[in-house]
């Protein structure tokens, strides 16, 4: 496996890691996760 | 009544008032926060929290209420006040203190709220805001006297200046001591109902009384039922007597309160100058015009659309330019291989397509914070009022559909201050028609590129068509979905303030703005950015293998015409290779497999990549065709994503791209549902799967049909 093919195996790990925390993190809180969103507590 | 001072270190306190009198504006400041104000009622349709350090050093934790007119509640986010209040949310703390916030330009109306909120057994505090306005029309209001005669402490805070924020913590932190209720006089015949209802209810005199009173006029709150179970019979009598000597419990109840309200503003409020028309009186003899105003509305609508392209335009150039050098700079130090082609085809085409329409987004919301502030869209709403009703939507509808111009998601939320369910539920099912700013990088690409000669005003129309497609579609739809829905309930009047011109801060105004750039690009950097990473692999593998690859070029170059010259034999032969690598990749079996589909749309598989992409975030699309017509490409990157679009032909040579095809797609774009977050908000704001997968097929079979018509004709235009 070449260093370009390790690089780009790691940044798609990374991508789809943070598309699944954040769908379950939207899930457990409720929250629709958009940026423009009130729905979420301030702090 | 003395409350015992809370002995632990929080403290919990509530801000009350009239929708548009500074409540938010006021836990900003408190807080440090910044929740979304602006100068029009209903803004705030949840409660907010937030943490502030009082005078004395103990945490207060502030809770900022939807702006409600009485604690009965008419509508869901005045429900959310009055719940929170009176301590009936499981998810809320009672709050230990009440701040009644009171608008001074409209002191009287304000007091009828805090007549409640002193009710409430626990200590109050009067934040007087506005009084700037109040004394621009010769109001001055006496604080002591108010103070004296409303039995709590009263505070000026200016919302420009902050002034007054010191004198309020240091208020605050002593706060302990609840109002004893105001006294106003009952009709005798009423106060004698009062007094022999308590009698069927439990607890001390003057929460006896307290609750006859609220059951007599209609409260149906529900710290109530008990009482209510227990007054039972004798609650129906009493009200039948009272009616039976023309007196409505409710309205009398109200104009008691008035007495004792006007007697307050008598004692407290002195006009230095006889009230005249004010500025903002005769501006609304024009903004409100029933011709006028349309017409005024219109240009103002017109204007924001043409600075999109007249103003966005080259700064959008620039920005395009800059991932070009990027793309080329990095490319050019990394040797050929995946990481080179995820980077500058998937990061810098994918991500830098859509990070260009940043400056299309600012203006946006730049002009929709100014329109906010100064209070005109208070107006707009007032003016959509028939045009809303005659679709059988309300005119409360109004701030909600507008707010989804943005999102849809908040726009959704906004119908909470719709009392009537089926006017919220037909606004619900309408507010994703509106163009929301993810859709606005994909009307921006297509008109960029197919309509490329039309000149900034032919640009800022087809924009605007987009736009009012996704209007009328909404009033066609709520025509019908109202009429379905049938005429349940009652058809509830529009009451809507009109807030008092203000000449938009600056502040305010660049927050607006930061927040909504900020919010595109950190959407841009995070989402966008990782469903486009995935994309680019799905384009990118499975590799066509270097033998298919020979195959594909050397058939390619057996099928060229003898004429053709050197130059055309070597494009066409690399547009074969480059369309087989992509129809092998699993992004083309994807396509490939919808195509049959889409394609009576006049969409090819390249787009219906771009299409099934989009359901993740509407401006994936953009950034797919980045990277499809980024990894299709064959030798040198320098071709932008539009040259790509419009060189682009199908197998039998004609263009993939045209006219028809690319107004085929604005129309989906307008028209379908695609957002997944959107279908979660309704899930949850109608409290069922039924509405959201109805709204979501329903919106998609509209979209298709739209499309469909759409390309038939404008192939009879463009053919």
Known sequence: MTGQTIAVVVILLVAAGYLAIRTLRKRRKGACGCEHCPAQDSK | MILAAPALDTVTIALAGNPNCGKTTLFNALTGLRQKVANYPGVTVERKTGRCRLADGRTAEIIDLPGTYSLIATSPDEQVAMEVLRGLRIDTALPQVVVAVVDASNLARNLYLTSHLLGLGRPVVVVLTMDDIAQGRGELIDPQMLSLRLGVPVVRYSGRTGEGL??????????????????????????????????????????????????????????????????????????????????????????????????????????????????????????????????????????????????????????????????????????????????????????????????????????????????????????????????????????????????????????????????????????????????????????????????????????????????????????????????????????????????????????????NTWAFLRRAGTIIVSITVLLWALAYYPQLPAERVEEVRAAALVAQPAAATEDERSLAVDQAESSARLAHSAAGVIGKTIEPVIAPLGFDWKMGVGLVGAFAAREVFVSTLGVVYGVGEVGDDDTSLQQAMVADRRSDGRPVWTTAVAISLLVWFVLAMQCMSTVAIVRRETGGWTWPIAQLVGMNVIAWIGSFAAYRIALLVWP
């Open chain 2, 166 to 515: 010191d004198g309020l913590r240091a208020v605050l932190a002593e706060a302990a001591i609840a109002p004893t209720p105001p006294l106003w006089s009952l009709a005798p015949a009423m106060a004698a109902e009062v007094d022999g209802l308590a009698a069927f209810v439990a607890g001390d005199a003057e929460r006896r009384r307290n609750i006859a009173l609220r059951l007599l006029t209609g409260d149906q709150a529900s710290d109530l039922d008990g009482a209510r179970q227990e007054a039972g019979e004798q609650l129906v009598l009493s009200r039948e007597r009272l009616r039976g000597q023309g007196i409505e419990p409710m309205e009398a109840e109200i104009e008691a309160r008035y007495v004792w309200i006007d007697s307050i503003v008598a004692a407290c409020l002195t006009r230095g100058r006889p009230p005249t028309t004010s500025l903002s009186e005769r501006v609304d003899a024009i903004l409100v015009h029933k011709f006028w105003g349309l017409v005024l509305f219109a240009v103002i609508m017109g204007a924001l659309f043409i600075s999109l392209f007249v103003v966005a335009d080259p700064i959008m150039g620039w920005i395009g330019d800059g991932f070009d050098w990027l793309g080329a700079a990095i490319g050019g130090t990394l040797a050929e291989g995946p990481l080179r082609s995820l980077i500058t085809d998937g990061l810098i085409k994918g991500v830098g397509g859509v990070m260009v329409f940043v400056p299309q987004i600012a203006l946006l919301f730049g002009f929709l914070a100014l329109l906010e502030d100064s209070g005109y869209l208070a107006r707009a709403a007032f003016l959509m009022d028939k045009l809303l009703a005659s679709v059988g939507l309300h005119g409360r509808s109004f701030i909600p559909l507008l707010s989804s111009f943005a999102c849809a998601i908040p726009g959704i939320m906004a119908t909470r201050t719709i009392a009537s369910p089926r006017e919220r539920l037909a606004t619900i099912l309408v507010a994703p028609f509106m163009s929301c700013a993810a859709r606005l990088p994909v009307y921006g690409l297509l008109i960029a590129t197919f309509f490329v000669n039309w000149g900034p005003l032919g640009k800022a129309g087809i924009l605007l068509s987009c736009y009012l497609l996704g209007i009328a579609a909404a009033a066609a739809v709520a025509f019908i979905a109202t009429r379905l829905l049938g005429r349940h309930g009652q058809v509830t009047p529009f009451i809507l303030e009109m807030p008092t011109y203000q000449v938009p801060q600056l502040g305010s105004f660049v927050r607006a703005v930061w927040f």
